[in-house]
Nanobody, 122 residues
Framework: QLQMKESGGGLVQPGGSLKISCTPLGFKLGLYSIAWFRQAPGKEREGVAL????????SYKDYVKGRFTMSVDNAANTVFLQMDSLKPEDSAVYYCSASRFLQPVWSDFDSWGQGTQVTVFS
């Protein structure tokens, strides 16, 4: 399994920003595809952003498009999620996951770490 470790979560007020990160455990990012997901209490896990290893493109779900920015730093072997204009409904545990599929769909990501808690409160 391709395990990732998330960090950087915290408390932030609505309209604020937060940058979370994740690093692979025991492997280099290379051409792997990476995705960010989140899960709020009582809700199913949902996709946030997806990086495809083949063409280095990133796609976002509509509910974060224009507010969240995913980046992959191969030199630092770290994946980031910059979250701006945060809303209370963005509160969730955020997970990143790696996939060997070079052009994956969301369901191809099935390995989960501990996640990092993001709470947006007023």
């Amino acid at each position: 399994q391709l395990q990732m470790k998330e960090s950087g979560g915290g408390l932030v007020q609505p309209g604020g920003s937060l940058k979370i990160s994740c690093t692979p455990l025991g492997f280099k990012l290379g051409l792997y595809s990476i995705a960010w997901f989140r899960q709020a209490p009582g809700k199913e896990r949902e996709g946030v952003a997806l990086f495809r290893g083949t063409d280095q493109t990133i796609s976002y779900k509509d509910y974060v498009k224009g507010r969240f920015t995913m980046s992959v730093d191969n030199a630092a072997n770290t994946v980031f999620l910059q979250m701006d204009s945060l809303k209370p409904e963005d509160s969730a545990v955020y997970y990143c996951s790696a996939s060997r599929f070079l052009q994956p769909v969301w369901s191809d990501f099935d390995s989960w770490g501990q996640g990092t808690q993001v709470t947006v409160f007023s």
